[in-house]
Structure formats: C-alpha cells, structure tokens
Antibody, heavy 116, light 110 residues
Framework: EVQLLESGGGLVQPGGSLRLSCAAS????????MNWVRQAPGKGLEWVST????????YYGDSVKGRFTISRDNSKNTLFLQMNSLRVEDTAVYYC?????????WGQGTLVTVSS | QSALTQPASVSGSPGQSITISCTGT?????????VSWYQQHPGKAPKLMIY???NRPSGVPDRFSGSKSGNTASLTISGLQAEDEADYYC??????????FGGGTKLTVL
C-alpha cells in the first residue's frame, strides 16, 4: 500500500524558515517524480514544486521560486521542502504527492501557519 | 501562471448528470493529454478521479468520465449520488514543465 506521511509543519513568524518532510513507503520511490502541492485555508490547490526521481531536475511555481528548495533522499525514501523567507500568504496545508503523468497518491498534509 | 478556469459551483439532483468544465490554453490543457481531475471532501486529501483526459483509476466508478475539446476539458458525473458532493479540481501539465490546477468547483447534490 502506498503511504505518504508529511511532517514538519507548524507556526512560524514572517521571514522565518521551516523544513517539511514526507516519508514514502509501499512503492519504488526512485521511479516517481515527487511533488509538493499546497492549499491555503478555504482556497484551491496550488502546485508548489516537483523533483525528478533521480533528484537531478527540480521545478518551482513562480510564487515560491528563490525561497523554497525541494530535495529528496532516495536512500531513505524521503522528500523534503526547505522553506525560507516565509510570508503570511504561504500559510496552507502542504501535501506531498507522487506523480507519473498525474498526482495519483497524496499524503494527508501538514499545516504551515505563517503569522506574527 | 494563471489557474485554469472552472465554474465556482454546480449542482444537480440525485440520479441526474452534471458536467464541470476546465478551460486553459494551447500551452496547457489544449497541448497535452496530461489533464487530470481530483475529488476533495472537506478536511481530506484530494483523490484522483480521471487521468490523461479520460482514464479512470482502478476503483473509480464508471459514472465518472472525462473528455477534452480544444483548450477545454470536462468532467461528467452521471447518476449523481449524495457521496459525490465535494470539491473538484482539474490539473494540467504545461509547456514550461510546470503544473496548473483549476480554481475548483463545489458540487452540491440537491
């Protein structure tokens, strides 16, 4: 059974940093691009970032480019999102999702709240 | 990166059919088969319902179907059931190696 378990969310002040993790199990981790998708309270889904299976290619949405860094540790089947220079508008539930042409499995999400 | 355009809400009675549209451009919806649809119930993670325009993952009822014409994709739900009440999102791969979601459509089963 595919499982994706996010962790690392919490309350952080504007300008602060946070590192999210996503532990994957039940599938061959390196065979999939991995992604972060977020959802602000009461709002729609927003793609944040993608990393290729081998970790050599990364892509970012315009709203986080230059502030967020996606990475993965294939030896530990874990995905990361390093979030720096956080803004109030980054407040959201952050989902980890695997993708091969489509987001076919999602974690339950971790809440990030940016507030003073 | 503007979101794909979906109606904010649709509604239908049990047993009826509804269609949700998702409009993009030739650089996303119109240019690729990688259009998907997701169902999200309140407080839950999204669930994949349709991938590559019209394919259903295992376990998704055949009441759910997808199609595309030009820059607009559509999700049709036939034989509406109470449990279909949820938010629905489309997504598409884009020409800049990014992903776009629609703004979401709230389906109400009357």
């Amino acid at each position: 059974e595919v499982q994706l378990l996010e962790s690392g969310g919490g309350l952080v002040q504007p300008g602060g940093s946070l590192r999210l993790s996503c532990a994957a199990s039940g599938f061959t981790f390196t065979s999939y691009d991995m992604n972060w998708v977020r959802q602000a309270p009461g709002k729609g889904l927003e793609w944040v970032s993608t990393i290729s299976g081998g970790g050599t290619a990364t892509y970012y949405g315009d709203s986080v480019k230059g502030r967020f860094t996606i990475s993965r540790d294939n030896s530990k089947n874990t995905l990361f999102l390093q979030m720096n220079s956080l803004r109030v508008e980054d407040t959201a539930v952050y989902y980890c999702a695997r993708r091969r042409a489509t987001f076919d499995s999602w974690g339950q999400g971790t809440l990030v709240t940016v507030s003073s | 990166q503007s979101a794909l355009t979906q109606p904010a809400s649709v509604s239908g009675s049990p047993g009826q059919s509804i269609t949700i549209s998702c409009t993009g451009t030739s650089s996303d919806v119109g240019g690729y088969i990688y259009v998907s649809w997701y169902q999200q119930h309140p407080g839950k993670a999204p669930k994949l319902m349709i991938y590559e325009v019209s394919n259903r993952p295992s376990g998704v009822p055949d009441r759910f179907s997808g199609s595309k014409s030009g820059n607009t994709a559509s999700l049709t739900i036939s034989g509406l059931q109470a449990e279909d009440e949820a938010d629905y999102y489309c997504s598409s791969y884009t020409s800049t190696n990014t992903l776009l979601f629609g703004g979401g459509t709230k389906l109400t089963v009357l």
